[in-house]
């Protein structure tokens, strides 16, 4: 599945190469994609909307409407129930995947960029302009931790597979690994000659990327 600047997402058969289905949203750029974990299911931020996306049916796809400005990524939760999304109109926001209804919210002092769900769904991660990571408490509906180390926006997060730690990719230049239990800095990793955009874990979890 791609997404383009022109507001298209292609769905290519990687062994034939066929196209076997195409949205055209045209309003806006592609921000991000993500697949649900039955891979039926594409999750598409475009603009300000967030849109999901049974690319195997000729339903028309679902809108999730009440973010004001662009939303930087929409993912879902690994059990595929939840969503989150990151916004410039400063809000983290979490949708019921069913429903499409919005669940809960948290606001952020500037842009929200990035978000990462805990593997267990209890937590979800979110980095933003000021340079902060705060880890938020979906049950309990509240502010559970707050990582402050980098001198740059927050660009993107992700847990390690057992939850214990998170990465984070900054426009200062550098990634961090945060130990959680002791919500500390464990490695800052230096030497990108720009914005750190992406990170990752390996499914071990032994190697950042």
Known sequence: ???????????????TKQLLNELRLGNAGINSLDLSNDETIALISNGSEIILWDYQSSDDPRRLIGHTEIVWEAKFNAQ??????????????VWDADTSQEVQQFAHPQASRTLAFSPDGSLIASGSNDGIIRLWNIRENQMAVVLNGHDGEVLSLE???????????SSDQSAVLWELSSASAKHQYDGHTGAVTHVAFSANGQQAL
């Not at 599945?1 to 062994?15: C, E, H, L, R």
């Not at 595929?80 to 926001?93: C, E, F, Q």
């Open 1 to 15: 599945m791609v997404g383009d600047s022109a507001g298209q997402i292609a769905v290519w058969d990687s062994t």
């Open 80 to 93: 595929a129930t939840l969503i989150g999304s990151a916004s410039a109109d400063g809000t983290l926001r």
């Open 159 to 169: 847990f390690s597979p057992d939850g214990s730690f998170l990465l984070s990719g």
